[in-house]
């Protein structure tokens, strides 16, 4: 687990003091995605829900709407024990858990890898493609840097991505979901050592 920051005595907020502040992977089914966004943020809980802007027909009329850009996909920043509060009222927020040597557990996304994810997906750029896990060959990448542009200092894979033309450079959060970039000229590019 790499949570760099650790809870102050904030009683009234349920912190427990020491305790490491992570990034947690969560599911809301039901497509109440903002709904609990709006709550964790009424109750100064941070969190992100990586959001684009789709073109849906509303009642006969194109609209181009800003919608969560991965169904039920929540990330929360906070506790595990505020959390679990939270969590007490609204049952149908979830853990993403992965098996690990047969045992379910959360999955808790590394700061520096939720960084890189929040930077590129809040970009707004109509070019991002997200992705699952299971849809990238990470054997197949090679580790970059961008140097220049919306993108700066953004690090990644450079890789195929399944149905583009061009090779992209992928910011993955491990076993949950990836994002690829639109496509960066080569010589904005620094590979680094793997």
């Not at 992570?22 to 829900?49: G, H, Q, T």
Request: charged share 30%; glycine share 6%; hydrophobic share 40%.
């Amino acid at each position: 687990m790499e949570c760099k920051e650790r809870a102050e005595n904030i009683e009234n907020e349920g912190l427990i003091i020491g305790e490491p502040v992570c990034w947690y992977a969560m599911s809301v089914p039901y497509n109440r995605v903002l709904k609990v966004k709006d709550m964790l943020d009424s109750e100064r809980i941070e969190c992100f829900v990586p959001m684009r802007y789709e073109v849906r027909t509303v009642r006969g009329h194109k609209t181009r709407l800003y919608v969560p850009a991965v169904s039920n996909l929540l990330f929360v920043h906070t506790t595990d024990s505020r959390l679990k509060m939270f969590k007490q009222t609204t049952t149908f927020l979830q853990y993403l858990v992965r098996r690990v040597d047969g045992v379910s557990r959360k999955i808790v996304v590394p700061d520096a890898q939720m960084e890189q994810f929040i930077r590129v997906s809040r970009t707004g750029d109509d070019g991002l493609v997200y992705l699952k896990p299971e849809e990238i060959n990470l054997g197949k990448g090679t580790r970059v840097r961008i140097l220049g542009g919306a993108f700066d200092g953004v690090e990644g894979l450079f890789l195929k991505v399944k149905g583009r033309r061009s090779r992209r450079v992928v910011v993955l959060v491990d076993h949950v979901s990836a994002v690829a970039v639109s496509e960066v000229s080569p010589d904005l590019i620094e590979v680094l050592d793997s």
